[in-house]
């Protein structure tokens, strides 16, 4: 939610976040988890120590960030095309690393972060928390931040104010590859193993809660505590509707209905806006 919330503030946006989130885990699970014929273990059978592996999570979502963000920043390719495909190429390749199946019986250091509480709050509770308060105010205060809200505003002023522009993109697009992959992780110690459809419809959910939350899909607008509260508030319909027994194809057509009715009333209330200035600049050359 966050990194695709920061590539969103700077005026682009990367679909293949949902696939990082599942080949991180995938790559990683699959190069340590130990493969057992009688236990129907499945594993590539190099048996890296966890640790390593933990690294290898890491290390996928910044090497997917740096050659997106180098095809979109140096070589000038539309991020919405590039993202769809390697969406597409990211799953197929998390898909036919393990044939289909799903790894499980992970290391205790890959399902920490998922599966264990700090004072009765889930450990990834409180690491969310922290990322949502950590960038917040990165992007209120430190100059970097200001930055990127002035890259999202105007790309040519940004470069002609001495803005690092290229520099900046690709730095937030690598980051933003690091917390999908241990957005993945954290989906994996949940569940204690990494299904080849992890990840599946995950970027649909996070565009829903950044559109509600305020996060302008033109760019230079939007703060981390409004893309926290349409977090809030969207898992907050899912659960009504999943408690009043809707079925989860309707609430998947919720999230999308909520999408497109935040757009009309922000694109109304933009018209609105732009009205009563003109309105205003009228009277006042008449006056």
Sequence with gaps: ???????????????????????????????????????????????????????????????????????????????????????????????????????????????????????????????????????????????????????????????????KVDRIRIGCWMFAGVLAAVAGLMTAGQVDAVTTNQGTGVIFTVFAAAVIGGISLDGGKGRMLGAFTGVLLLSLVQNVLTLANVSSFWISAADGAIIVLVLLVTRGSATYRSSRRDTAATRSCEG
């Design 1 to 163: 939610m966050v990194g695709e919330s920061l590539i969103l503030i700077f005026g682009e946006l990367d679909l293949s976040l949902q696939s990082v989130s599942g080949l991180a885990p995938m790559l990683a699970a699959w190069w340590t988890v130990h493969p057992s014929v009688r236990l129907g273990v499945v594993g590539s059978g190099t048996d890296l120590p966890p640790a390593v592996g933990l690294l290898v999570v890491i290390g996928v979502g910044l090497v997917v960030g740096l050659f997106n963000s180098t095809l979109v920043v140096k070589a000038k390719m539309n991020a919405f095309i590039l993202g769809l495909a390697m969406l597409i190429l990211l799953a197929g390749i998390q898909q036919g690393i393990s044939n289909g199946a799903t790894v499980f019986s992970l290391p205790s250091a890959f399902t920490y972060i998922g599966a264990h509480d700090w004072l009765g709050v889930p450990v990834a509770a409180w690491i969310e928390v922290a990322v949502f308060v950590g960038v917040g105010a990165f992007m209120r205060y430190h100059r970097v931040g200001r930055a990127i809200y002035a890259i999202g505003g105007n790309i040519e002023a940004a470069r002609a104010a001495g803005i």
